[in-house]
């Protein structure tokens, strides 16, 4: 066979589109000792005693494989029931869950003097500005070490 046999058939090989007779001739290639050096990386995977060619399964295998499939139990109506009724329930307590109640609600006053909910809001906004402070701390470091990182590549 020669080399440029070969090299069709491995392409073939690669591309999984050979045949059984096919992959036969690329290992008796293999097996003689005259190979070109390109081809040499591949001898061991055509080589290998444990490398065995895809078996004939025979009519025998087709037949019990469809077998197989035909004794598989069909879909019963039931099974659609079954989930018709689950999606319903899903439904149903979905929409009791997430139902919005239609009564308009009134807004209360929570505070009896417009001087205490000044001073709950004030109190509110404290809060809010020491967790943004925190935040903004954490900000310079980065900005400081970014500032580094610029310093070592101007350097570089």
Not at 24 to 50: R, V
Not at 82 to 110: M, N, R, Y
Request: charged fraction near 25%; charge should be negative.
């Amino acid at each position: 066979m020669d080399l440029k046999q070969v090299e069709q058939l491995l392409e073939k090989y690669w591309e999984g589109s050979s045949s059984i007779e096919e992959e036969k001739l690329i290992q008796e290639f293999f097996a003689s000792n005259d190979l070109p050096k390109h081809l040499e990386a591949y001898s061991d995977l055509f080589t290998s005693p444990e490398l065995s060619i895809h078996p004939e399964l025979g009519k025998e295998f087709d037949a019990a494989i469809l077998n197989k499939i035909k004794a598989e139990p069909k879909a019963n109506v039931w099974n659609a029931f079954k989930i018709a009724a689950i999606g319903l329930i899903l439904l149903i307590t979905s929409i009791s869950v997430f139902q919005v109640d239609t009564e308009k609600q009134v807004a209360q006053d929570t505070f009896n003097t417009p001087e205490a909910a000044l001073a709950e809001t004030k109190r509110a906004f404290a809060m809010i500005s020491d967790a943004m402070n925190k935040g903004e701390q954490q900000m310079i470091f980065l900005s400081k070490l970014d500032e580094t990182n610029e310093k070592i590549k101007t350097q570089q």
